[in-house]
T-cell receptor, first 117, second 110 residues
């Protein structure tokens, strides 16, 4: 299957700082990227849908000013957690799809584990 | 009622057993159904991808979709300790995103 690379795989930061997570599709152009969050022993919860060249669509309850998403190219989307707090500590996973997201497969990155001290 | 229901387990079986994992869903508009395997601290890995009703087989894995009952299954034959992981069912939402079940934690004992 296609490869989605996520970086960093883990990060520890101090409360109040910002952290940027990158999601890259390595061998295909991803018009749509999805960002998920997974708390321990919970399922993946969709945070936002990112379309190349347009603003991201956030799920209810997800603060768009706190979780900044940029999808500037067909192979890169970034998630920035601004002013991180301990409750933001979680496993963040991106997934990417091709031109027809409703029919094409979605491929996942390896995830980024964020720990906020 | 949640859109996708999945028993979180844990499920423990001996090596060589046949494993049956299931999900139910409420939205009859779902047409694309997936099973993902997730090892601890890793991203989900796509195992099976099926469209509409029917069966799909890939090696030791068989996925079944029964749209009339809104019920999907994943069968693992000759289970191995390396199959120990969390298995997540997922369906494509109208916006293209995936809606996941809670995941079933499977442990295959040698």
């Amino acid at each position: 299957g296609a490869v989605v690379s996520q970086h960093p795989s883990w990060v520890i930061c101090k409360s109040g700082t910002s952290v940027k997570i990158e999601c890259r599709s390595l061998d295909f152009q991803a018009t749509t990227m999805f960002w998920y969050r997974q708390f321990p022993k919970q399922s993946l919860m969709l945070m936002a849908t990112s379309n190349e060249g347009s603003k991201a669509t956030y799920e209810q309850g997800v603060e768009k000013d706190k979780f900044l998403i940029n999808h500037a190219s067909l192979t890169l989307s970034t998630l920035t957690v601004t002013s991180a707090h301990p409750e933001d500590s979680s496993f963040y996973i991106c997934s990417a799809g091709t031109v027809a997201p409703n029919t094409g497969e979605l491929f996942f990155g390896e995830g980024s584990r964020l720990t906020v001290l | 009622q949640k859109e996708v229901e999945q028993d979180p387990g844990p499920l423990s079986v001996p090596e060589g057993a046949i494993v049956s994992l299931n999900c139910t869903y409420s939205n009859s508009a779902f047409q694309y159904f997936m099973w993902y395997r997730q090892y601890s601290r890793k991203g989900p890995e796509l195992l099976m991808y099926t469209y509409s009703s029917g069966n799909k087989e890939d090696g030791r894995f068989t996925a079944q979709v029964d749209k009339s009952s809104k019920y999907i299954s994943l069968f693992i034959r000759d289970s191995q300790p390396s199959d120990s992981a969390t298995y997540l069912c997922a369906m494509r939402g109208s916006q293209g995103n995936l809606i996941f079940g809670k995941g079933t934690k499977l442990s295959v004992k040698p």
